[in-house]
């Protein structure tokens, strides 16, 4: 049972870690300090239902509806590029810094934007529902499940609540310029990997 949790801690962990729009969100959230807790309860929640599903067997009922597959992809792709173009029209703007008692942006906005990036993601869905689930097949399925569902709330927590050490670079507007660039491209790449199946 300690060998299928710590298997899946350890695949959980390994795909999470991959720089992507969902963890990109939560690193700028973390830097500016809004709505960390929030942000971070809404990814690791996200991501425990769908390791959840995974394990369960939802991964099989996905690779068995192709046209599922190919809505997601576009739709997680047309996203990504819109939301890639906002963070590129940021980058240009400029101006941004770390101001204290600068207003924060809404509660809402803030939670509508990672429910998108989570939920129409359908990379989201190959590595926790398709990839841990068929992965867990070789263990024991609650331990399994539950490493990886730990290791959500791990890395969720220490990117969100780190990112505050990071801070002092984050104070002159010339660093929010090059993560705006390297979001967009980021959301960009992506797109164009869905896109291009």
Avoid at 66 to 71: E, F, K
Avoid at 165 to 189: C, E
Wanted: aromatic share 10%; charged share 10%.
């Amino acid at each position: 049972m300690i060998e299928s949790a710590i298997a899946g801690f350890s695949l959980g962990l390994s795909l999470i870690m991959a720089i992507g729009a969902q963890n990109a969100f939560v690193l700028r959230q973390g830097l500016r300090r809004e709505h960390v807790l929030p942000i971070v309860l809404t990814c690791a929640f996200s991501d425990a239902l769908l390791i959840v599903a995974g394990v369960a067997g939802f991964g099989a009922l996905i690779e068995s509806i192709p046209a599922l597959g190919q809505a997601m992809r576009w739709g997680g792709a047309a996203f990504l590029i819109v939301y890639g173009a906002r963070a590129f029209l940021s980058a240009w703007r400029g101006g941004e810094t770390l101001e204290a008692g600068k207003a924060a942006g809404s509660l809402r906005a803030a939670l509508l934007t990672c429910l998108a990036l989570t939920w129409l993601n359908p990379h989201v869905y190959l590595d926790t529902v398709v990839l841990l689930g068929s992965v867990s097949a070789q263990y024991v399925a609650l331990p399994f499940g539950v490493g990886a569902v730990i290791a959500s709330f791990t890395f969720f927590t220490a990117l969100g609540y780190g990112a505050r050490l990071l801070a002092p670079v984050f104070v002159r507007p010339m660093s929010w310029r090059v993560l705006d660039v390297l979001v967009g491209l980021i959301m960009w790449v992506i797109a164009a990997t869905l896109l291009l199946g």
